[in-house]
């Protein structure tokens, strides 16, 4: 054992994980013993309100997904046992596929065992040097290690990240990569949809416009807002009122309004996805979805064409909720989305409210570093079109004992 180097790991692993305890960071992971619902089964807590989920239309636990799983896995057994370009493309592969890229009305879609993964795909596959990645601050840390990773392995692709949300500093990034010389070939910009940690959308007219000048291409990670936002749930741009041909490419999960299971998909032109089937490297060295996971995921969307009125619901609730925190004196960031945060700035609070909401019989996370900036520390609540309103009556209740 090479006794110089294991010591100096393990006491250096104790100092972090000890100083996460005595700061009241150390984050406990809660044991669900049921499904994932409007109200959930957790060890040590009995039946409490779930208002932490991405579980925004309570497609995880619909009979029919869950139905369409168990007959997928009757079907094609517990795996591929394989990467995609070897044996791992089953035709249930193809239907979904099929199904993302007919719900966002694109060329075509392909599919990964995470939106994690998709991101780490689109930017390495499809980016070359000379090239330019310009991004919000704000988007997801996949965006982020998708960038670095792709600029890591291709000298010469640049990237620039711009203030969140503000269109000026994007112009502003637009402007300095047209003069760089440095800068020969395509120039992306990519944003979220919707903001995981503020709840916020991007403003994609704004951005698109931006692109258009620039002749920039762009890319939404619509994970947090496909399902949610726009009449009929297809996403933040459905909300502006843009047509999906307007954003060039999609990334997005199945983890969350979506069956809320796992996998990720990129969707836009097939002559993209045709690339990333040769060159993705996730795709290349690392299994296909799981046959039963495509198959619920098929359900869930098709479940989400047929019944739009889900996605209403699901507005009405997000409606009645900001109402009533907001009334509890709560300052909740402003927007249409069914993620609400209460900004409460110290990680050991937002975790020690988060502990007596649950105490309340609810169940709210507290966020804090490494996952939101230090100081930036929140209670991330969430809001399902499973919820009744009874269920957030309970989270006024529990956040009014909280404010007293
Ligand atoms: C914007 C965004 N992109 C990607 C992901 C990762 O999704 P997955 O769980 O499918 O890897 C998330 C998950 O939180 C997300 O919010």
Request: hydrophobic share 40%; net charge negative.
């Amino acid at each position: 054992m090479p006794a110089t180097i294991a010591p100096n790991f393990h006491s250096r692993t104790v100092e972090i994980l000890d100083s996460l305890e005595q700061s009241g960071q150390l984050k406990l992971l809660q044991s669900i013993e049921g499904p994932m619902d409007a109200t959930v089964r957790m060890r040590g807590h009995g039946e409490v309100v779930c208002l932490c989920s991405n579980n925004y239309l309570g497609l995880a636990n619909h009979p029919e997904v869950v139905e369409a799983g168990i007959a997928g896995l009757r079907k094609y057994g517990a795996g591929t046992a394989s990467v995609r370009f070897i044996c791992g493309t089953f035709d249930c592969h193809e239907r979904i596929e099929a199904r993302i890229a007919q719900f966002y009305g694109v060329e075509a879609s392909y599919t990964f065992t995470s939106c994690w993964n998709a991101n780490e795909a689109i930017f390495a596959t499809l980016c070359e040097p000379g090239d330019m990645i310009v991004s919000d601050e704000f988007n997801h840390a996949s965006i982020i290690d998708g960038i670095r990773l792709a600029v890591s392995i291709k000298k010469g692709l640049l990237r620039g990240v711009y203030k969140h949300g503000d269109l000026n500093a994007l112009r502003e990034r637009l402007v300095g990569a047209r003069a760089n010389s440095e800068v020969t070939g395509t120039i992306w910009v990519v944003t979220d949809g919707v903001f995981s940690m503020e709840g916020d959308i991007a403003d994609l007219p704004g951005i698109r416009a931006l692109c258009d000048e620039f002749g920039a291409l762009l890319i939404v990670d619509d994970s947090h807002g496909t399902g949610v936002m726009g009449a009929s749930g297809r996403g933040t741009h459905e909300h502006w009122g843009m047509s999906a041909t307007k954003i060039d490419y999609f990334t997005g999960t199945l983890g969350k309004a979506l069956g809320g299971a796992a996998g990720g998909y990129i969707a836009g032109s097939r002559r993209a996805i045709d690339l990333i089937v040769q060159r993705g490297r996730p795709t290349l060295f690392s299994n296909a979805l799981p046959c039963s996971v495509a198959c619920s995921a098929d359900k869930a969307i098709e479940v989400l064409m047929r019944e739009p009125q889900r996605v209403t619901r699901l507005r009405d609730n997000v409606a009645y909720a900001r109402e009533g925190i907001a009334k509890l004196g709560f300052s909740v960031l402003e927007s249409p989305t069914a993620i609400c945060p209460i900004i409460v700035h110290d990680t050991a609070k937002a975790i020690h409210m988060s502990r007596q909401l649950l105490d309340s019989g609810v169940f709210v996370i507290g966020f804090g570093y490494p996952v939101v900036p230090e100081g930036h520390a929140r209670l991330r609540v969430q809001i399902s079109a499973a919820h009744e309103q009874a269920h957030l009556d309970t989270l006024f209740t529990a956040l009014a004992t909280l404010a007293r």
